[in-house]
């Protein structure tokens, strides 16, 4: 009987339906909590993961080539989430580990609450809440309005594109940048592609979706925010390292730009604050992507693909098709 290992307590926060449903399909279901695992701990991943056939992890998990080559046992790492920045792909294929991923699972929460980061730091919702729990009553202008406003979307995968629908209604002029173009949503929804500097120069918000690789961390840096316009909001609801936060401190503090978004940072929990203490910022904890609906979501789209893979066949989005062909499974 395959055994199971849950890394994260907040897996079934939403409901024990995820959990029941590995249990009725015959899975030893076994629950541990590292969500946010730390360097230093690596060992004691490795001693925690010992006697699981699967493990369920965050995208942020460090599975590093010495956790993944740790146990014989191990078959398979289920990442809940779109992302996958903690997993040694090449380390799984060479000790015959399948490693999945739930692409667009999350896609409309995190679009959701990029559409509220917009909102409340342009109209000053977070701001002129805090003054009003001080006894303040803040009436004043000086917020901004989106509708109408140009946005630049860098990033025009799953989230992407639910941030461009959603930006139809008020009436906001998209523009946006990527590696992959997509004609037909394109054309549909009149969105053209600019580089990135021209985008960030066009730009009343610029907002973040695109995975954290070599190609993007650092990628909004102190050269590229002074391209922006002193008018203009940054939102991150992607990954913190996209960011340069000391550069982003230093636009925000002498008014590069006029204040930021932000759901995601450099280090979680954020060590570096300076940013975050700024009133021209909106910050949440990461957790664009953990509304009820995704959460539920995305640990059931996890089941399905754990019960598949010890069925013996293929599931959707392995992220290391390359050791398939160490295996024998139907597609």
């Given at each position: 009987?395959?055994?199971?290992?849950?890394?994260?307590?907040?897996?079934?926060?939403?409901?024990?339906?995820?959990?029941?449903?590995l249990e009725q399909a015959?899975?030893?279901?076994?629950?541990k909590d590292y969500d946010r695992v730390q360097p230093s701990q690596e060992d004691e991943v490795c001693r925690a993961i010992q006697?699981?056939?699967a493990?369920?992890?965050?995208?942020?998990?460090?599975a590093t080539r010495k956790v993944i080559g740790s146990s014989d046992r191990l078959r398979m790492i289920a990442i809940r989430s779109a992302g996958f920045e903690g997993a040694d792909l090449?380390?799984?294929?060479?000790?015959?580990?399948?490693?999945?991923?739930?692409?667009?699972?999350?896609?409309?929460?995190?679009?959701?609450?990029?559409?509220?980061?917009?909102?409340?730091?342009?109209?000053?919702?977070?701001?002129?809440d805090r003054e009003m729990r001080k006894g303040l009553y803040p009436r004043g202008g000086g917020s901004e309005d989106l509708f109408r406003k140009t946005v630049g979307i860098i990033g025009l995968g799953n989230i992407g594109k639910r941030v461009a629908k959603r930006l139809q209604g008020f009436?906001?002029?998209?523009?946006?940048n990527d590696i992959v173009e997509y004609p037909d949503f394109q054309e549909q929804y009149n969105i053209p592609y600019y580089s990135k500097e021209e985008l960030l120069r066009k730009a009343d918000f610029v907002t973040l979706h695109v995975p954290l690789d070599?190609?993007?961390?650092?990628?909004?840096?102190?050269?590229?925010?002074?391209l922006m316009k002193k008018t203009a909001f940054l939102i991150n609801t992607a990954r913190g390292p996209i960011v340069d936060e000391k550069a982003l401190y230093k636009a925000l503090h002498e008014g590069w730009i006029a204040g930021a978004g932000l759901d995601v940072f450099e280090?979680?929990?954020p060590v570096f604050r300076d940013h975050i203490l700024l009133e021209n910022v909106v910050s949440t904890p990461h957790s664009a992507g953990l509304s009820n609906h995704a959460t539920y979501a995305m640990a059931m789209e996890t089941v399905r693909k754990v019960i598949t893979f010890f069925q013996g066949k293929v599931p959707d989005n392995v992220l290391n098709r390359d050791v398939l062909e160490k295996l024998k499974l139907e597609a």
């Open positions: 009987m395959p055994t199971v290992m849950i890394m994260t307590k907040k897996f079934a926060e939403v409901s024990r339906d995820p959990l029941t449903t015959g899975f030893t279901v076994v629950e006697g699981a056939d493990i369920i992890v965050t995208a942020m998990f460090p090449k380390a799984a294929t060479d000790h015959g580990v399948v490693v999945t991923c739930n692409p667009g699972a999350n896609a409309e929460s995190v679009a959701d609450m990029t559409i509220g980061l917009m909102l409340s730091v342009s109209k000053q919702i977070a701001k002129k009436e906001a002029e998209v523009i946006a070599d190609s993007t961390r650092g990628m909004i840096d102190e050269g590229r925010l002074r280090t979680e929990p």
